[in-house]
C-alpha cells in the first residue's frame, strides 16, 4: 500500500532511509556547532539535514516524492563527485578514496531504486 511501509516492502529501502536520518541527524549536530562561529553555513547545515531526515522518513513509508528525490540528489551528488575527481579540484576533506566510494554508494542506490521490484513499491500506474 503507498504511504505506508509494509512487511513486503524491498529491506534496502529500509537501510537507504535509515543511512539518510543517520546523515540528516549528523548534519543538523555539525550545523548546530557551526552555529557559534557562522550563522548562515548552520542554519544551511541545520536545514540540509531536516531535509535528509523528511526525505528518509518520507522513503520509508513509501512515499513517491521521496523516490524522486532520492534518485534526483544521487544522481547530483554523482555528477558533483565525478567533476570535483575528473577536473581534479582539490579539497581539504575529500579523498580520491572518499570520492570512489560516494561515486560507488550513489550508483548502487540509484540502481537499486531504478530496479522494477523497488520502483513499483513507489510509482504506481494511473489508469486510463
Not at 541527524?25 to 548562515?40: C, E
Not at 531536516?50 to 522513503?59: R, S
Not at 520509508?60 to 575527481?85: C, K, Q, Y
Request: hydrophobic content about 60%; glycine content about 10%; aromatic content about 10%.
Amino acid at each position: 500500500m503507498k504511504g505506508t511501509r509494509s512487511s513486503d516492502s524491498p529491506r534496502g529501502v529500509g537501510m537507504i532511509a535509515t543511512l539518510e536520518i543517520l546523515y540528516g541527524m549528523g548534519f543538523s549536530v555539525l550545523g548546530l556547532l557551526v552555529l557559534f562561529f557562522h550563522i548562515v553555513n548552520g542554519l544551511l547545515l541545520i536545514g540540509y539535514g531536516v531535509v535528509l531526515i523528511a526525505m528518509g522518513w518520507a522513503l520509508d513509508a513509501l512515499h513517491s516524492w521521496a523516490w524522486w528525490g532520492n534518485v534526483l540528489t544521487n544522481a547530483v551528488l554523482l555528477l558533483g563527485i565525478l567533476i570535483r575527481v575528473l577536473m581534479d579540484i582539490p579539497s581539504a576533506s575529500i579523498t580520491l578514496f572518499n570520492s570512489i566510494l560516494s561515486i560507488a554508494l550513489s550508483i548502487a542506490i540509484i540502481v537499486y531504486l531504478l530496479t522494477p521490484g523497488v520502483r513499483s513499491q513507489f510509482i504506481v500506474a494511473t489508469e486510463t
